[in-house]
């Protein structure tokens, strides 16, 4: 390449070779073994690997990009048929009217008034095909494009060099609400109601679901008790499972009660429980955990620290 590069003036050839002449010996091959560090191999070099920093090179609306599959692709196709059919009825019902609300004698004058009449109309059905044009479009963008630039400042930036995990909730908050603004209406999709979340933080709302399964599971027993022992025994024993199946899709932790705490007989036990509560909603089920793990290992100012804490709670 320097070759092609310096062919008509021999002055630049001859300086481009002596400058590479000059750096000649910076190769690496050319370091004597004594003066260079072997390669690290193995061990050593895993744990050189380890040692260095993590480096995430995404960024959150990069994060965007891999997460946005179309999932809703069959309600966009029928909401773009289901436009153009809606145009299409408006063009045949409203143009009969149209035509009869023209009342002139004159020949002429009453073609040339018909004529602007369908003109006007297909004018206004072709904005609202327009309209639906542009919906479709703004979803293309969505999808197909940068979510980066559909923000406005300062989320523009927040959102172009802030990882998903460094962004804090609000301003995480404002950016799903600002690109979920960007969508019609038509294609936005409401997530359902998260009931486990919901139990987690009210305690009055869990109750009522826990209560309601119970409830449900109460209606059956008047159905098993009109069959054989034998029945009774085998569909008593699913209805168990599955009246806790419902309650741990409601409440994972809804076993670990006050007797249940009470009736630990080690810390190991208790500190299970204590990680399975903290996962959940982390209640004042906490307190009695520590408590029950203060007396069983003896523990005075933990039975003390237990007791300010239910006055707290």
Known sequence: ???????????????????????????ES??????????????DLQKAKDALPKIVFMTSYEF??????????????????DSRIKVSELLLKE??????????????????????????LSEYAGDLLEKQLTN???????????????LDQPLREEARWNLTEAMDNHTRALVRKEL??????????????????????????RRQMLAKIDERAQSFESEI????????????????ANVAASKAAIDPTFDITADAISSAKSVDELR???????????????????EQASKLSGDAAGSALAQQLKAVF
Request: overall charge positive; glycine content about 2%; charged content about 25%.
């Open 95 to 120: 143009a009969p009217e149209k035509l009869h609300e023209i009342h002139e004698s004159n020949p002429e004058v009453k073609k040339f008034a018909e004529l602007k009449a369908l003109q006007n």
């Open 30 to 43: 050319t370091i004597p073994d004594f003066k260079g560090r072997p390669n690290r191999a193995g061990a």
């Open 225 to 240: 008790a009109s069959l054989s022992a034998a029945e009774q025994q085998a569909y008593r024993e699913i209805l168990a």
């Open 64 to 81: 965007d990009l891999l997460s946005k599959p179309r999932t809703n692709i069959v309600g966009e196709y029928t909401y773009q048929r």
């Open 1 to 27: 390449m320097l070759r092609q590069l310096c062919r008509k003036t021999s002055t630049f050839r001859h300086q481009v070779r002596c400058s590479a002449w000059n750096f000649q010996d910076t190769m």
């Open 272 to 290: 299970a429980m204590a990680h399975r509560v903290s996962e959940y909603n982390g209640d004042e089920r906490l307190v009695a955990i520590y």
């Open 136 to 150: 479709v479009q703004r979803i293309n963008d969505f999808v197909d494009s940068n979510p980066v630039y559909l």
């Open 180 to 205: 979920q603004s960007w969508l019609p209406k038509e294609y936005q999709q409401q997530r359902a109601a998260d009931l486990q979340q919901v139990a987690a933080f009210s305690a009055e709302v």
